[in-house]
């Protein structure tokens, strides 16, 4: 019984500190495979040869980039809304 309060306490209090962020990121492949950056860390970039490997590693980078910014005592980026469209233009 103690077990499972703890076990709650814990799951609780780890919950309270973790926090999602959905952020956008671009994903372009190229010759070589693909590279990915995300659009609210600037400078936060990443690839990989295939497409898995670089979403993996682009959380990776976002990870990092956070825990950069947390230790600096810098703003978290709040959630983005991004449109994507094209545009015609005449060459």
């Known amino acids: 019984m103690a077990t499972k309060r703890l076990e709650r306490k814990h799951r609780a209090a780890y919950s309270s500190v973790m926090r999602v962020l959905t952020l956008p990121v671009v994903i372009e492949a190229d010759a070589d495979g693909y590279f990915v950056s995300c659009l609210s860390l600037q400078g936060c970039y990443s690839q990989g040869e295939s497409y898995e490997e670089a979403i993996a590693n682009i959380k990776d980078a976002i990870r990092l980039h956070i825990e950069d910014r947390k230790?600096?005592?810098?703003?978290?980026?709040?959630?983005?809304?991004?449109?994507?469209?094209t545009v015609e233009v005449a060459v």
């Not at 230790?71 to 469209?85: F, K, M």
Request: proline share 7%; hydrophobic share 40%; glycine share 6%.
């Open 71 to 85: 230790a600096a005592g810098e703003e978290l980026p709040e959630q983005v809304n991004v449109s994507l469209s």
